[in-house]
């Protein structure tokens, strides 16, 4: 018996800016299925080519966004996730300073690549929102045990703007004294 499965790569791009806050990469899809609407970029790993090398490749030609570090994520492979046929797509997430890319060029499959603020997305297609509802999951949870975020702010900057940027991440205020101190106790910044 052969499988006729095909394999994809979806890149979750988390973008930060202290005055936008947080916002997620989306593309919106020129063909069917879908077309016209908004998804996480992505797309068709090729017979040569390695996971990684798929979704950095997918995510330049859909957006011209290069980021040097993606995670991955999970796999999502429900026979009937996409119309077309099997498809398993493996999703990767990475944060990144949103106004580094301000002009985004969509091309390939892509009609047009924006930044939604993540609490007011548009619908999207396929089983992107679950897709994006574990990866936003997965970092709220992340940042509780590693310091993570540190590179979307400036060398230097306020401790107020960490602070920001954590309670933005996980969407609720948090206790600044015990906050700094836990910070402050990993060793990694300089007063």
């Not at 992505?42 to 995670?71: C, P």
């Not at 002009?103 to 994006?132: Q, V």
């Amino acid at each position: 018996m052969t499988q006729n499965i095909q394999v994809a790569v979806d890149a979750i791009v988390f973008g930060y800016s202290k005055e936008e806050g947080v916002s997620i990469l989306l593309i919106k899809r020129k063909y069917d299925p879908f077309k016209g609407s908004w998804a996480i970029p992505g797309g068709f790993v090729l017979d040569n080519e390695s996971l990684e090398a798929a979704v950095a490749r997918e995510l330049e030609e859909e957006t011209g966004v290069k980021i040097n570090y993606l995670e991955q994520l999970y796999t999502f492979g429900k026979p009937e996730r996409d119309p077309r046929t099997r498809i398993v797509s493996v999703a990767y997430f990475g944060l990144v300073k949103s106004n580094q890319f301000e002009k985004l060029k969509a091309t390939t499959d892509a009609e047009d690549a924006a930044w939604f603020n993540f609490k007011m997305l548009p619908k999207l297609a396929f089983d992107h929102k679950t897709i994006l509802n574990l990866a936003i999951e997965r970092l709220r949870g992340k940042i509780t045990y590693q310091p993570i975020g540190f590179e979307l702010l400036e060398k230097k900057f306020p401790f107020s703007d960490l602070e920001h940027l954590y309670a933005t991440l996980l969407d609720r205020p948090i206790d600044r004294r015990n906050f700094k101190k836990k910070v402050m106790s990993l060793g990694i910044l300089d007063e």
